[in-house]
């Protein structure tokens, strides 16, 4: 899909979103440290990560920035600035993130070409947030724009509780051969269990912390990430 194409999508969401009256409007901000970034059972940058975010939402529109930045120089390669839009009706949400590399003498950053050498990804989505009485989560996204295989991701969550602990299964899937996530054919690329918990500082304050066993089974790679969020 061309880029255009994808910018006037955009842009039609965004006009659908607004509402006839004054809708709630929210700025958030915040940040992770993360031992490892791991996206889809592939490693960016082999070290530690910040990944800061800014994000505005009115009523059921989201727009944001979402970035990964290696704190050592060699793995200034795997850095990534996304830009995302979303529509929730429900449970379901459909948008498109924008996905760029701004790795030191790379693309720049205007360079909307679409072969596969520009610096831009584009993906549109569909994802499903799960009700109380179906408590699974669904994504799917295709890389439509700079990827000559259009490559697909599919996964499935499975978010549970235990006493004040929060917890996630995933299983995620590339159904095809992909140049882009480095597979010959259909694969499964990410098994994951998560478990997040707010770590009590003070009678006030508390920090959550998370950690994440990560499974690639057709790279044949495992990772263990410890994450604090702010």
């Given at each position: 899909m061309p880029f255009r194409?994808?910018?006037?999508?955009?842009?039609?969401?965004?006009?659908?979103?607004?509402?006839?009256?004054?809708a709630a409007q929210h700025f958030s901000l915040g940040g992770d440290l993360v031992s490892r970034y791991i996206w889809r059972g592939a490693d960016f940058g082999e070290s530690f990560s910040i990944q800061p975010t800014l994000e505005f939402s009115s009523g059921a529109l989201t727009i944001g920035s979402w970035a990964s930045y290696s704190i050592a120089a060699d793995g200034a390669g795997a850095n990534e600035h996304d830009l995302y839009l979303s529509i929730t009706a429900g449970p379901v949400s459909f948008g498109v993130t924008d996905y760029y590399f701004p790795a030191p003498g790379g693309t720049e950053f205007f360079n909307y070409d679409g072969d596969g050498n520009?610096?831009?990804?584009?993906?549109?989505f569909i994802s499903f947030d799960g009700t109380e009485g179906v408590p699974l989560t669904l994504f799917a996204g295709a890389f439509l724009h700079n990827d000559p295989d259009n490559s697909v991701y599919l996964e499935a969550g499975y978010p549970f509780q235990v006493g004040e602990t929060e917890l996630g299964l995933a299983l995620g899937v590339v159904p095809m051969e992909s140049a882009f996530y480095g597979t010959t054919g259909a694969a499964v690329v990410n098994l994951s269990l998560s478990a997040a918990h707010a770590v009590s500082i003070t009678d006030r304050f508390a920090l959550p912390v998370s950690v994440t066993y990560i499974l690639n089974p057709y790279a044949e790679r495992s990772f263990l990430v410890f994450g604090i969020s702010l």
């Open positions: 194409a994808l910018a006037l999508a955009a842009v039609v969401f965004t006009l659908a979103a607004v509402p006839g009256r004054a520009g610096a831009h990804w584009i993906e549109p």
